[in-house]
Structure formats: C-alpha cells, structure tokens
C-alpha cells in the first residue's frame, strides 16, 4: 500500500506560481512512479505529469509545469508557473506501481487560478 498527501495548493492570479508537493510513505515489491492528475469541474480526471524512469508532461501544461521528485524523501513536486484559470482543479497525486495507470490516489489539493 501507497500513501500519499499532497500539500501548496491555493488561490493564485493568473500568472502566477505554485509548488505542489506530495509525499508518499509505505511499501511495495518494486519501484513505482509518481505522478500527477487533475479534475476541474465538470470534467473527468485528466493526467498531469508523470516521473520515473522518464518524464512525462501533458500537452495542457507543458512548458509551464515542471514535474520533478527526491527520490530520498519520497517526494514528488508539480512546479506551476503562469497559470491559467483553465488550470483551476483539484490536483491528485498518485503511485503508478503496476505502469498501467494510477493505483493509489492522494486526497487532493485545490488549485484556483482568477482571472
């Protein structure tokens, strides 16, 4: 089982910046990946960012999401910058321990981009 709390949501002006971390704890058989989804309202879940042996970064934020991970900690981070309104959503952390899609889901982080 994976355990994961994410933390730095909050209300930014557009433009602006956050740092979502998250922080993951308990055990498994093998090395999984971190990664990142999102749910705005009224839409399904959509993927973010995803780290591990590589780096993956959805069309939607790619070039102003960075995804990055301290592998001693057992953390991963979402580096937002000039955020859009559009980007507004609760963020989901998540352990992809089979690389078949999320297998363990944080409780998510709202994220609220004005205009």
């Known amino acids: 089982q994976v355990q994961l709390v994410e933390s730095g949501g909050g209300l930014v002006q557009a433009g602006g910046s956050l740092k979502l971390s998250c922080a993951a704890s308990g055990r498994t058989f093998r090395n999984y990946d971190l990664g990142w989804y999102r749910q705005a309202p009224g839409k399904e879940r959509e993927f973010v960012a995803h780290i591990g042996g590589t780096t993956y970064i959805a069309d939607s934020v790619k070039g102003r999401c960075t995804i990055s991970r301290d592998i001693d900690k057992n953390k991963v981070y979402l580096q937002m910058n000039n955020l859009k309104p559009e980007d507004t959503a609760i963020y989901y952390c998540?352990?992809?321990?089979?690389?078949?899609?999320?297998?363990?889901w944080g409780q998510g982080t709202q994220v609220t981009v004005s205009s």
């Open positions: 998540i352990a992809d321990v089979t690389l078949r899609g999320p297998d363990y």
